[in-house]
């Protein structure tokens, strides 16, 4: 997918960044948002980043609007078994960017532990943030894997 495709989904879009940038502000679809929370950001390898200042986690952002997180990621295509035969399987991710993806959530994780470590009790929603992060987390694995 497009960046101008995603961003044609969202409201309130405009520029961040400087000239030549290619990043955007806007509103973020998983929540009542009053002001423009959610970056996104177009990549020169066609990846695109979104980060909701809310507190949105990516996946709720991309269900609001009804994408996965394949739709961040421009197609790759890969050849399994010997070339002569040009057998092609689409390959959403490759292993650096499954870790890419996942970045965001293992510092979270971490600074989950932190706090944890310091005897304090973590509230119900960062429990809810964890949970889904440990879950991409394995699904980042799973990736790496297939």
């Known amino acids: 997918m497009s960046v101008e495709l995603l961003l044609n989904q969202l409201e309130g879009v405009r520029p961040s960044g400087g000239k030549g940038s290619y990043a955007w502000t806007c509103k973020c679809p998983a929540h009542d948002d009053k002001s423009p929370s959610l970056s996104v950001k177009a990549q020169s390898d066609g990846v ?42 689409k390959r959403p991710f490759s292993l650096s960017e499954a870790f890419e993806a996942v970045r965001y959530e293992a510092l979270l994780v971490a600074g989950c532990a932190k706090i944890v470590a310091k005897g304090e009790v973590l509230e119900p929603e960062t429990i809810e943030v964890l949970t889904a992060a440990a879950n991409k987390i394995e699904l980042a694995w799973g990736v790496a894997h297939a």
């Open 48 to 89: 695109i980043l979104i980060h909701c200042f809310g507190g949105c986690d990516p996946l709720s952002v991309l269900d609001a609007i009804g994408l996965t997180f394949e739709d961040l990621y421009p197609e790759r295509l890969d050849w399994l078994g010997d070339t002569e035969g040009k057998k092609r399987v």
